[in-house]
């Protein structure tokens, strides 16, 4: 199973999708912000980040620029979660996250998304 790290700025969102990821098995991390997404991103290098699009410090599309400016976490996937509504749902891939998942979403959203993401990951490396 995978070492994935959430970041969101909301306990809740945070304790929702840890207790999700880990009931599949999943090792978890979590940051309240951007910054520290950031930190355990570079120190931890986990499998693969859910990066809420609004958050302090700095938002997900800034951590999605610095992960992928940083050699050492570049090729780390990126999954968009967010609850803007009015946000076009190809908007974060066309941008460079690996997935994209709205706000609420069921398990098996989130399950599904989270193993195509990493199936992709892995599929490149054998190639």
Not at 15 to 30: C, F, S
Not at 78 to 102: K, M, N, W
Request: with cysteine.
């Amino acid at each position: 199973m995978a070492k994935i790290l959430i970041a969101d700025d909301y306990d809740d969102n945070r304790e929702l999708l840890r207790l999700m990821l880990e009931g599949a098995g999943h090792t978890v991390r979590e940051a309240k912000d951007g910054g520290e997404c950031l930190t355990l991103a570079r120190t931890e290098l986990p499998d693969l980040l859910l990066v809420d699009l609004s958050m302090p410090v700095f938002d997900g599309w800034k951590v999605l620029r610095e992960i992928r400016n940083d050699e050492r976490t570049r090729g780390i996937p990126c999954v968009a979660v967010t609850a803007f509504s009015e946000i076009d749902p190809g908007q974060p891939v066309r941008d460079g996250f690996d997935g994209y998942l709205s706000k609420p979403f069921k398990s098996k959203d989130l399950l599904s998304t989270v193993g195509e993401v990493l199936g992709q990951r892995a599929a490149s490396r054998v190639v």
